[in-house]
Each structure stands twice: as structure tokens, then as C-alpha cells.
């Protein structure tokens, strides 16, 4: 059986602007590091992200 793989994604904060690039399958919460605002949900598998996704990183 093959695992799903985890993937990085660049995300772009719906407040500041800032990019910042995170883990798909996060186990906390993410914040923006400029303004904190939440930019991801754990959901026991992959995060809810609640930014803007710019790119999928291989």
C-alpha cells in the first residue's frame, strides 16, 4: 500500500500579503508570522487553509 504523500504549499495571507510557505498535513494551527492570522487548520489529515494557495511545492 502506497502512503499519500505530504506536500509543502506557499500561501499568501488574505490580511498582509505576506507569502509564506507551509506543511499540508499540519497537526496545529498555522499563523502568518507578519500579522498572525490563522492561515491553517488541523483536520486530522490534511489542514483546511483558510489563505490563498499561490503554488504546490514538489
Same mark, same amino acid.
Given at each position: 500500500?502506497d502512503? $499519500?504523500?505530504s506536500?509543502?504549499?506557499?500561501?499568501? @495571507? /488574505? *490580511?498582509?500579503?505576506?507569502?509564506?510557505?507551509?506543511?499540508?498535513n $499540519?497537526?496545529?494551527?498555522?499563523?502568518?508570522?507578519v @500579522? /498572525? *492570522?490563522e492561515?491553517?487548520?488541523p483536520?486530522?489529515?490534511k489542514?483546511?487553509?483558510?489563505?490563498r494557495?499561490?503554488?504546490?511545492?514538489?
Amino acid at each position: 500500500m502506497d502512503a $499519500a504523500k505530504s506536500k509543502f504549499i506557499k500561501v499568501r @495571507c /488574505a *490580511k498582509c500579503k505576506n507569502e509564506q510557505v507551509i506543511f499540508g498535513n $499540519a497537526a496545529q494551527v498555522v499563523k502568518c508570522l507578519v @500579522c /498572525a *492570522k490563522e492561515l491553517a487548520y488541523p483536520t486530522g489529515g490534511k489542514s483546511r487553509i483558510s489563505g490563498r494557495v499561490l503554488e504546490i511545492l514538489e
